[in-house]
């Protein structure tokens, strides 16, 4: 069958292409015809340009031409040999998924939208909302503790979110972007704070009786951690969500991280179980289902933080302007539900 799928050709460059796939899904396979795909603007920035380092462990390994999109929605259209848990016309999440009107996975990467659930954009972004969640889980953050967020893009607005829904009080969400601080206190943030202004940490510290006791970092840069840790309490823990791809950084770990206890917990997506999950560390799916019920039960509101919608045609302009336009909007998705 023929598909249509968002191509990066070469370097900063976006193209809608024509590929194949097979009629039918082999077994443990399942074929959905995609409703609508979320961008990750970090992720999906690093690889248009061709970042050295966006293979994580495998880096430094860029070849093009390269395709991406990884949080998709859709409905089922087929099912293979020996799966039994879904069937044609179900709504689902599918994850590590493309850019395509058509995704073909494996069973394990599917999961069924619950009737009566969300909407289909924001099933399309979920996936992108596990990355935080896991992040929250690694720091064991407890209920009535403070909780900071360095950097409100769109994993950083989900993390304010689902750190409010974990019971973290003060949430503080820090970015220099007086629109992502806006959009986070929408979103249930205490206080939104801009790291450039004087005496930022000392402000920190004073609404935190001394710091904050766990800290989300997405920025991936250093000078993002390095203010970080002027706002940790006594043995904080910080989550690093963001990928450090440059790693050219200095930080005077005795003094910021020996001395007051500090717990670095690397937090990649990746870096966690596949099977079976545990305090603190569960499986995509697991988390999948967390953040549906999350939806469901009114915790988080999804709906709000979706920015843009356009048409897979419109690709080039989108991607030039995540490449040169660092207030790239927070969501924005494709609409693969009309003919192509």
Known sequence: MEIHRILFPEPNRAELVTETLPDQP??????????????????????????????????????????????????????????????PGDR??????????????????????????IGMREAAAVFIGTFPMAAIRKTRLEAGESLMVMGLGLLGQFAVRLARAAGAVPVIAVDPVASRREDALRGGADAALDPFEP????????????GVNAAIEVTGQGAGLDETLDCMAKFGRVALLGCTRNKEFTIDYYRKVHCPGITLIGAHTNARPSTESHPGYFTHNDDIKAILKLCAGGRIDIA??????HAPQECAAVYDRLIHDRNFPMAVQFDWTKEI
């Open 199 to 210: 005496g930022f940490a000392r402000r920190v510290k004073e609404m935190t009786d001394g």
């Open 26 to 87: 082999g077994p443990g396979q399942v074929l959905y015809r995609t409703s609508y795909t979320t961008i990750s603007p970090g992720t999906e920035r690093a690889n248009i340009t061709g970042d050295p380092n966006v293979a994580g462990t495998n880096a430094p390994s860029v070849k093009f031409p390269r395709g991406i999109g990884y949080s998709s929605s859709g409905v089922v259209m087929a099912v293979g040999e020996g799966v039994t848990a879904l069937r």
């Open 92 to 117: 689902v999440i599918g994850y590590w998924s493309k850019h395509a009107d058509y995704n073909m996975l494996p069973l394990n990467q599917v999961i069924r939208i619950p009737d009566g659930g």
């Open 304 to 309: 709000a933080m979706l920015s843009e919608l």
